[in-house]
């Protein structure tokens, strides 16, 4: 595996409060979180960081982070929310297809979707993180287990196009077109007695003085090949005007579908991990306790690093020590160490 290093140089622009007028806008400026456009980060210093994006607010940050199952089939794209999510995990289900846990607690856009079904990896990834789980039906032995376990999830099958907490769009067929409506989330779970507020402890993130001190190889495009027939790709480009990464499936940007924004992130964190299938449908099981080899991708560079289970939430190493994300939102695309990182991914100029 190369050597790899990883430089991040970011320079700021104020937090300023921003608002949508297109009628699908967020709900961020409702909560006074002082986040807007950016060409950098410049940390507004205080108590009130959002944990998953290091990010800081002008009010108290004590909503809980709402972990939501998006479908990430070609006919789900393009999907709806994901440029708000902190983070997006993005995994393998069955087949060759990917499927994406978005987190979100900073913006919370009034659509996320197409909401698909649940897996034993993603509830329990949800839950490490301290997130409301929401996803839309489930095997038998699947839901049991998020009850066995004591997950605090909503269902969409229970709320199915109840037009309150779900819906449905009729410009396409199940099972892609059933989307979440967050302004019913905190009502509903706190009608299942479950505490909508919440404390974190913020992921490892780069002061200024850190982000300017780093040295790296050049990376200004990623690829991932998660499937070569059919192809299923995952593309990352580079954005220098803006220090942040476009995300794109099979070379076509992904978007949002009500708003056209681009999905842009400051973190591309790539993980190799080991995946097993467990029965006849495809159905993986996948290790996320163990660690092993991940690239950590900023600001147009490099790093090569170990990825480490830290209380749950899946955090950069090197030498033993954290490495900090750059403030802002990450991708973590997990793949099979067979074949492994060497193979799937390619990095280049």
Known sequence: MRKLILITVIIGALLVA?????????????????????????????????????????????????????????????????????????????????????????????????????????????????????????????????????????????????????????SREAPHNSYLLTDAINETAEGKGYEMTAEYEPLPFLNEEETAAIEGETAERVEIVYSENPLETVQYVFDESKGTYKRYSNEEETVDLNTGASVEVANVFIIETFHEVIDDAGRRNIDFDSGGNAYLIQNGKVQEVEWQNDNGRLVPMKDGQPVGFVPGKTWINVVPNDPGMEQSVTISN
């Open 18 to 170: 921003c608002s949508k007028d297109d009628g699908s806008a967020s709900k961020q400026e409702e909560k006074g979180t002082g986040r807007g456009e950016k060409d950098g980060i410049e940390q507004a210093e205080g108590e009130n960081q959002y944990p998953l994006t290091g990010l800081y607010a002008d009010e108290p940050v004590d909503n809980r982070i709402i972990g939501v199952m998006v479908n990430n089939h070609r006919q789900a794209r393009p999907q709806s929310g994901l440029a708000e999510a902190d983070i997006v995990f993005e995994i393998l289900a069955e087949a060759k297809i990917t499927r994406l846990l978005a987190l979100f607690q900073s913006e919370i856009p009034e659509t996320i979707g197409p909401v698909r079904s649940a897996r034993e990896y993603y509830f329990d990834l949800a839950n490490r993180y301290g997130a409301l789980y929401v996803y839309h039906g489930a095997a038998d032995f699947i839901d049991q287990m998020i009850i066995d376990q004591e997950i605090q999830f909503l269902n969409g099958s229970t709320y199915d196009n109840d037009g309150q907490l779900f819906t449905r769009d009729s």
